[in-house]
């Protein structure tokens, strides 16, 4: 099986958010990094292509993306206190969008960096 070379991929996992990464990867997984630390490494390692779990959940029974998000639309608006929580390994323009949506329903943010 052949492997495909990434040069210059950025590791978002500590915040450090190292960009010259090399990463080799085969169909599914990545396989191989070169200058990245343990736990970038452990990072990269751990993500696969394969589709391990349905587009969505709701009540732990698959549903489609679009029934998924009205059902948290309406869970986020009904809610005293909405809590959008986590955003580790997230880019910036999921954190923008995160932030936005906190503000919209009227609640509050948290990152896991609180623990
Ligand atoms: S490679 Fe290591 S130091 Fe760099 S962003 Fe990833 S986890 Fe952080």
Not at 11 to 18: K, P, Q, S, Y
Not at 30 to 38: D, G, L, P, Q, Y
Not at 69 to 81: I, R, S
Request: hydrophobic content about 45%; aromatic content about 6%.
């Amino acid at each position: 099986m052949s492997l495909t070379v990434v040069k210059n991929a950025t590791c978002t996992f500590c915040g450090c958010v190292c960009d010259d990464i090399e990463l080799h990867a085969n169909a599914e997984k990545i396989v191989a990094t070169k200058r990245a630390c343990s736990l970038g490494e452990s990072w990269f390692k751990n993500h696969t292509a394969e589709r391990l779990y349905p587009e969505a959940l709701i009540d732990g029974q698959e549903a489609t993306v679009d029934a998924a998000v009205e059902v948290a639309a309406d869970y986020l608006v009904n809610a005293n206190m909405p809590l959008v929580y986590g955003m580790s390994n997230v880019t910036c323009e999921a954190q923008r969008e995160a932030v936005s949506l906190a503000e919209l329903v009227g609640g509050i943010i948290d990152s896991h960096t609180s623990l």
